[in-house]
């Protein structure tokens, strides 16, 4: 319907010369949006501001939604109490579609009840009866009935404006309500406005006269950063109302954000930023109400180990300042003791050194019986949740900063919503009232309150009608805008376009965004319109309502990065740090390791063993590579321990077997379903493996996990032999288990060996050594491979060209690395450039990305 067509049209001058009159003169602005009402109150306040005034009368300007509310609420508090029906919440009117929807068996509950809310509020203000239309439209006709019976005797949003219209003349109303830049105005909109009974006029924006130019880049990335720069550059020449307009903005967001804090802060200071970003993000995804559902699922249920860290660290946790430190180390060793997922209990076994923690933690442990099987009303549960957060500490003990404390106001008003679910919802599971909290945390947009800003970042809808000294509009390509149709499922299409809705069909679509266009055209002085061209291997062509325009390029300042900020205050001195001071201690922590690092990279050694860094480790779903290794040599340590030598592989295994499986689960502490399916499958292993020893000649198990020290350099290494096996040929071998894919001989090849452990062992036994092997312990693979001093050792182990050569190449290399550990060379030298630093975890600290080009696309050999 064209909006305000039988109501006369006031000039926005003289609009704000009767709202300069104060509340005396009863006038009332109602807009389509919180957004355009602010940007109204602003303009306002510039117009006052300028007849030199510095005291006036707030203007009374607000959405025609809260318009309506506030009528109602009005009513409440007079004589029209008991004749009001009380209404409902959005909270509870989605609990209510939710019962009704999940009633007929539906899985996808939550979707359809939210779609079913949007088609009701669309038959509401399109004037459209439900019905006959197609099966989707007949199943929403009888759940509105029963939408309706639940709720015969209270009142939702979208009936409110009919139904408060017979006590309008009853209601203390405006003398003159105008209705500002409703570009469309929905039939029920309307007629309620018809029906207050009062003057109505109605009022656009001023057009203006405007530069108007369409700029292209090649990437949506370097358009975003363009018109960030475009409006650091108007706001430093004196522009006060600047706006940008993203049609991606809500689904890029923290891109956005990201990009214009760079540009308009590049050196990262603490002051405000001077824009404002226009959508909100879901009230859940802030840190204080992020804590705040981490702690009742915990308290409750498993979590995953990446929310039990954050919790551990929180600042919204008792005590958190008190033991900072503690509390950082503590999250360090959880990530060793504790799996993908975690319970109360073991986080709280965990944090026997940070006692403030532990009592936190205890205290919602002894709070979990009073709401683990029981039901509860909503109110209740929210009483209960604000217990456990009681107990928790919640939030800290340091002050909240402004957002966080409106943060923590807003998640109070979510746990309000809760409890009103009272009125139409029976008692639930614990499971069912986080679930529904932790819904209205999600589908809460809250931007915290900021002081106004010159750079408004708006999405598509939300800039028509809004005005500018400056605007420029991104995005603008043929898939983006103008807007497809998205006509809603529930409702016959048919009426959806009888009535003119927008979005029903792509005539009506094309026609609004065909005026906005234009709107934005006549928004500011300066307007830019653009779109990229490529999107990743694509071209993509700007959008038909701006190609009449030529393209131009737009003058954009560059201004310094933050890098570039940083090297531009540079004092530089610039010496060789490749060297360490010398290590003094004979012992050295770390084992063979040491040498290990040392041939993979220098650097590497002196991080891990000198400075002690290491790499967090990351909790997994089951066992890792490492938990699964040493398995499997617990696995072998039990079996050998039970069977000694050759002879005993004759006879019945299956008890031995058996043993050593159990005796390898249970050193890994493995319980239930897990530790049964190991047990069996490590009993598979050893069967199979075994096999493999049955084809060797005679010999006899010495060691196994024998604990030795090396030494090399000068130094001492601790080290751990898997086994040595005395043969009867002469000699004795020196097997290692490994249970990876990529196992060769040439592991242990100078210079630099990659894996140099069974050639250290070998030089530095005090036994006579005629064979080093791996024992590949893998299913489908099982085999020795590696090097002997004849070819009767152990079978498929080839004979070395020059055994005693090669143990001095081994020794040889072993004194180099140990010299050079030794002498503290540290130089970032990864042996093979990335492929050697692909699992190091040392890269933020070594910098060698700097080093080497981390884009260069590089096939390396494992």
Known sequence: MSAGAEWPVIEKSALFERLALGRAAGVTVVTPNKRLSQALMLEFDAFQTGKALSVWEAPDILPFGAFVQRLYEDGLYADLSAELPMLLTPAQEEEVWKQVVGGSGLLAVEGAAAKCRDAWNLANLWRIRPGAGNQDTEVFARWLTHYKKKIENDLDTPRLPDALQRFLPELKRPKLVVAYAFDILPPQTKEFLDALGTEIAFCRPDPRSATVSRAAFDSAKHEIEAAARWARARLEAGGKRIGVVIPSLQEDRKEVARVFSRVMRPGGEKAAMPFNISIGIPLERYPVVALALSVLRVSQEEIPFEEASRLVRSPFIGGAETELGARMRLEARLREKLGASVVLPKLIAAAGQTPLLRARLEKLYALRETGLFSQKTPA???????????????????????????????????????????????????????????????????????????????????????????????????????????????????????????????????????????GWKQAAGEVVFSHFTKEEDRDVLPSPLIADLPEKAVEIPAFSKLRDVIFASRKTETLQDRVAPAVREKQVRGGTRVLSDQAACPFRAFARHRLRAEELEEPAEGLDASQRGKLVHELMRSLWSVLKDSSSLAGNLEAAIEQAAAAAVKELELEGRLAELERSRMARIAREWLKVEKDRPDFSVLHLEEKRTLEFAGLEFDARIDRMDKLASGGHAIIDYKTGGNITPRRWDPPRPDEPQLALYAVAAKEEISAVAFAKVRPGEMRFMGYSRDDKAIPKVQKAKAWQPLLRSWKKEAESLGSAFARGEANVDPKKDLMTCRYCGLETLCRVYEKINVLAEEEFEE
């Not at 500490?393 to 309000?416: C, I, N, V």
């Not at 819904?439 to 809250?446: G, R, S, Y």
């Not at 149709?485 to 016959?492: A, I, V």
């Open 380 to 518: 209740e549960w929210a009483r209960h949740f604000s217990s456990v957060l009681e107990a928790a500490g919640f939030p800290g003990e340091r002050a909240l900063d402004s957002d966080e404390f409106q943060t923590q106001a807003k998640w109070h008003e979510a746990l309000g919503e809760l409890s009103r679910l009272d009125r139409i919802s029976k008692e639930m599971s614990f499971f069912q009232a986080f679930q529904t909290l932790r819904k209205i945390c999600a589908d809460t947009l809250f931007q915290p309150e900021t002081p106004d800003t010159p750079i408004q970042v708006l999405g598509l809808l939300e800039s028509a009608g809004v005005e500018f000294d400056h605007l420029w509009v991104t995005g603008l390509t043929d898939e983006a805008w103008p807007l497809k149709s998205s006509p809603n499922p529930f409702l016959p299409l048919a009426q959806q376009r009888k009535a003119g809705i927008p979005e029903a069909s792509a005539e009506t679509s094309l026609a609004l965004d065909r005026r906005i266009t234009d």
